[in-house]
């Protein structure tokens, strides 16, 4: 039985240790939603991705996630600053954002790039999805 005098063992070690190897990084979010021109009505289905990329002067686009439209016609794309870590010539301190909505295989939008995109600035906090940054609702064909 536990008495009232007695005070409970805490394994401080462990915890301390468990600290110093943590890693702080909190997961972003790039959420857009895509509706069907005419109709109004949420575009979804398996046939649709949404692929997020990071727009480069001088090399290759950098690919950053993807994620499939929900029945809102939603995108939430996840993914951690150390992903924008790029083989760039020249470093940048912002990423410029973009996204493709595919259909199948043949893209069927092209958002126009976000320049400079800060996180810390822009996006909201959430719990569930930790910086959330809205692109926005398009209409597409």
């Known amino acids: 039985m536990f008495e009232t005098n007695q005070k409970p063992q805490i394994m401080r070690v462990p915890f301390f240790d468990a600290l110093k190897t943590w890693d702080p990084e909190i997961q972003l979010t790039v959420k857009v939603r895509f509706i069907q021109r005419g109709s109004n009505e949420p575009l979804h289905g398996s046939q649709y991705i949404v692929r997020l990329y ?19 016609g939603e995108a939430h794309i996840h993914f951690y600053s150390s992903d924008l870590v790029a083989q760039d010539i020249l470093p940048e301190d912002y990423p410029d954002l973009y996204v493709l909505l595919f259909k199948g295989d043949t893209v069927h939008f092209q958002s126009k790039v976000w320049d400079d995109v800060d996180f810390d600035k822009d996006a909201t906090l959430s719990l569930q999805e930790g910086e959330v940054l809205d692109f926005g609702t398009y209409l597409v064909d």
């Open 54 to 72: 990071d727009k480069d002067i001088f090399s290759e686009d950098d690919y950053i996630g993807s994620a499939k439209l929900n029945e809102n």
